[in-house]
């Protein structure tokens, strides 16, 4: 099992940008893709960036491509969520999440951290 601790939320105006972190431990990251996906309220939760941590592979929602970069940092088993031009539909909490295979689908993930709420003030 891997253990995820997310940190970085806040408010911040429309337009502006977040940084969202994810220290990860508990076993080897190498075979593993790590995710964010968020959930707004009254709403399900989505899916919305990936990494292959051995490759780097990326992969986003087509709601934040362009806006979100994700990366890791092997050094301090940590992955970030960059997010620039934020818009309030971006506005939900936001958490990190670990899977043993490569997926887009919030419910295929299989370790999640307690999540870090994003708000984006208009």
């Known amino acids: 099992q891997v253990r995820l601790i997310e940190s970085g939320g806040g408010l911040v105006q429309a337009g502006g940008s977040l940084r969202l972190s994810c220290a990860a431990s508990?076993?080897?990251?190498?075979?593993?893709?790590i995710g964010w996906c968020r959930q707004a309220p009254g709403k399900e939760r989505e899916f919305v960036a990936a990494?292959?941590?051995?490759?780097?592979?990326?992969y986003y929602a087509d709601s934040v491509k362009g806006r979100f970069t994700i990366s890791r940092d092997n050094a301090k088993n940590t992955i970030y969520l960059e997010m620039s031009s934020l818009k309030p539909d971006d506005t939900a909490t936001y958490y990190c999440?670990?899977?043993?295979?490569?997926?887009?689908?919030?419910?295929?993930?299989?370790?999640w951290g307690q999540g870090t709420q994003v708000t984006v003030s208009s």
């Open positions: 999440a670990a899977a043993r295979h490569f997926t887009t689908f919030a419910d295929s993930y299989d370790d």
């Open positions: 508990g076993q080897t990251l190498t075979s593993l893709n």
């Open positions: 990494i292959m941590w051995r490759d780097a592979f990326t």
